[in-house]
């Protein structure tokens, strides 16, 4: 194997930016693929050692989540940022220019498949996926150097599941390095060139974009068509804006300026976008002059978990609006819908991967952007129709199918209400089956259902951000449940606090916090009980007056708190 010279943002010169003449790259010698894998199944720890072969970063032990540059990335190990690398690679004799994304979304133009230890549901799903767009998959079984690896198992599973031939499998171990450039050698010998022509118009699409304080939006282009050069007036299909370029090239993973890039190529490129709205995900670019038909665009990421977020002070909600616009931008894979249902004013319903995913998102407006949030229960749209829809009982799931994969896997197939599973479903599987389950779902339209309005109050207040909408045969237990949560997440005060689950007018659920009680007889020695009795019934009103207005500090902790249920 050899590697090309690399392309260094730090070389002063010109003729250094471009030693590596990008034209010498037809779109015959240009691969574009991906790793799909589920979460700890290495997908960021391959893309460290495909790196490290092709020479764009130095061999080290410190190579670890080189593609996670988040912080929170790095602290956790997980991937939230999609991030881009050109890799050189020479092939039998050929130069290749291999385009790494290293990203949990499939896009559309992209094809390379990951497996660890077994099927999971989301690989199936991701699997029709690929099948549908008629992408070419690597099956990559990871980890081999596991104690417990199976590999002969997971194999047959991907012959049952998927029809795929065992032999296309290649076993790896991505954390000792084991045959991994067999997949930079399967990705040149089966994937094919992108469909990009060198002699139609300059067109690109846009998949993913940042936001830098000092240069605007950083767009991250596919070229399927033609080429671009610094100084060219390009417009957007989306907006219909013109822009000039200021600035491209290639990340490696680092941004190394270039002076063109050339269909089928994968690069950035910075044409002075200063408002986020600019740069759309699944936007179609083209030079001014050669006006072309925009590209089709591609699904979002599926959101497992959902949320309502919400200014503590409304006067905040520009600022936040800044600030969730510019993350969003940064993290497409979040869903964004505004919502002005709630009393205490508009925020917004997001959608997350997960638990963790909705925790990293708070944790960077904190620390980025000095945001300070309530995230509340998600409201669900509903179908009112009045008649007397059908009870469904435990947690309201039909089975539909189900199917064994081999002898130790099934694949079971539910109709679930949007309800149950949009908080913590998702957790609650991993955890239960200690990492081993999986979930995957689709929109099957509205069905009837009994459901009503459950309140939440503290003090006899109706608390808006805690609002929700039950099934009511769940409806007390859920209250219940809902009461008990707060009574541990809400720290005693000097008054006590009455947390109560409302159906309408009927209270259906109660939890007391009693409150700190100061001792007033402290300074009584001795003397008259008639004057110990005065100072405890003093003591008793003072607390009921405290209890009519004094105003409760609940923590922002105890709205996350009460996503969480219980396993039913």
């Known amino acids: ?272 976008m200063k408002d986020v709205k600019e740069a759309q995900i699944g936007d179609t670019l083209y030079l001014q002059e050669q006006p072309v038909e925009a590209l089709p665009g591609f699904k979002p990421a599926k959101a497992m978990v959902f949320a309502g977020l919400y200014p503590v002070d409304q006067s905040e909600y520009p600022g936040l609006r800044s600030a969730i616009e510019r993350l969003t931008l940064n993290d497409s894979s979040v869903t964004v819908q505004r919502d002005s249902s709630l009393a205490l004013g508009a925020g917004w319903r997001l959608g997350f991967l997960g638990l963790l995913h909705m925790e990293v998102f708070n944790q960077r407006l904190e620390q980025e952007y000095n945001a300070s949030v309530i995230v509340t229960a998600p409201t669900v749209p509903y179908k009112a129709v009045l008649s007397s829809p059908k009870l469904i009982k435990n947690r309201r799931a039909v089975q539909k199918n189900m199917v064994y994969i081999d002898d130790q896997r099934v694949m079971m197939k539910y109709l679930f209400p949007l309800n149950e599973i949009v908080v913590d479903f998702y957790d609650q599987l991993k955890s239960l089956s200690s990492g081993y389950a999986s979930f995957d779902y689709e929109n099957t339209g509205y069905q009837r259902a009994d459901l009503i309005k459950m309140d939440i109050l503290l003090n006899g207040r109706p608390v808006e951000e805690l609002t929700t909408v039950v099934h009511r045969g769940s409806a007390y237990s859920t209250g219940k449940e809902l009461c008990e949560r707060l009574k541990e997440s809400i720290p005693r005060q000097m008054f006590e606090i009455a947390v109560q689950a409302a159906l309408g007018s009927k209270i259906i659920a109660r939890e007391t916090i009693k409150a700190y009680r100061k001792n007033v007889l402290a300074k009584c020695y001795g003397g008259d009980i008639t004057r110990k009795m005065k100072l405890l019934k003093r003591q008793a009103e003072g607390k009921k007056k405290m209890r009519r207005i004094g105003n409760i500090d609940v923590p922002k902790d105890a709205f996350i708190s009460v996503l969480k249920r219980k396993d039913k």
């Open 1 to 272: 194997m050899k590697t090309l010279p690399v392309l260094s943002r730090s070389s002063s010169s010109l003729s250094d930016q471009d030693s590596v003449d990008l034209s010498k790259f037809p779109v015959d010698r240009i691969r574009n693929f991906c790793i799909i894998a589920h979460i700890d199944h290495g997908k960021s720890t391959l893309a460290d050692r495909l790196l490290e072969l092709t020479g764009a970063i130095a061999k080290t032990e410190k190579n670890k989540q080189v593609l996670d540059k988040l912080q929170v990335e790095r602290e956790r190990g997980i991937t939230v940022k999609a991030q881009t690398a050109s890799l050189f690679y020479s092939h039998n004799g050929d130069e290749y220019l291999l385009n790494l994304i290293d990203t949990p979304v499939i896009m559309k133009y992209l094809a390379l498949f990951l497996h660890a230890r077994g099927i999971q549901a989301q690989t199936v799903a991701n699997f029709y996926l690929a099948f549908e767009a008629q992408l070419t998959i690597i099956p990559i079984i990871n980890k081999i150097d596991l104690k417990n690896a199976d590999p002969e198992r997971v194999e047959s599973q991907i012959e049952t599941m998927f029809d795929m031939p065992r032999e296309e499998c290649i076993r790896i171990s991505a954390k000792l390095g084991t045959n991994v450039e067999a997949v930079l050698q399967a990705v040149v010998e089966r994937i094919p060139p992108p469909a990009a022509s060198p002699d139609e118009p300059f067109k690109a699409l846009v998949f993913d974009s940042n936001y830098d304080h000092y240069r605007g939006v950083v767009a991250n282009i596919a070229v399927f068509g033609g080429r671009v050069r610094k100084g060219d007036k390009i417009k957007s299909a989306h907006l219909g804006k013109t822009y000039e370029v200021n600035e491209l090239g290639l990340l490696q993973p680092d941004e190394h300026p270039t002076q063109k890039l050339f269909a089928g190529q994968v690069g950035y490129i910075i044409a002075g």
